[in-house]
């Protein structure tokens, strides 16, 4: 199995940016497929980006050109960088193992004046 903990979310004006974080323990990350998802209130969950253990990387439309996902295998963690945030990016961030079908606990991201 693998744990996922996610990290880097907080209050950020509009056209910030943020980093969020995601450590993996456990499993066989470097083989594994990592995504951020999101979802906000009264929404359902939706796939942000996601990027394959050899680095190919695919983003949603809402976020393409804005959010950037890579992953360091050493450090077993996944990063999603977001530039140019909207208000309409508010939401809790939440990655996922898709070797193992597990999430994290998700971290808050919230674009506000």
């Known amino acids: 199995q693998v744990q996922l903990v996610e990290s880097g979310g907080g209050l950020v004006e509009p056209g910030g940016s943020l980093r969020l974080s995601c450590a993996a323990s456990?499993?066989?990350?470097?083989?594994?497929?990592m995504g951020w998802y999101r979802q906000a209130p009264g929404k359902e969950r939706e796939l942000v980006a996601d990027?394959?253990?050899?680095?190919?990387?695919h983003y949603g439309d809402s976020v393409q050109g804005r959010f950037t996902i890579s992953r360091e295998n050493a450090k077993r963690t996944v990063y999603l960088q977001m530039n140019s945030l909207k208000p309409e990016d508010t939401a809790v961030y939440y990655c996922?193992?898709?070797?193992?079908?597990?999430w994290g606990q998700g971290t808050q991201v919230t674009v506000s004046s």
């Open positions: 456990g499993g066989f990350f470097s083989i594994d497929r």
């Open positions: 990027i394959s253990s050899g680095g190919l990387t």
């Open positions: 996922k193992s898709f070797l193992y079908d597990s």
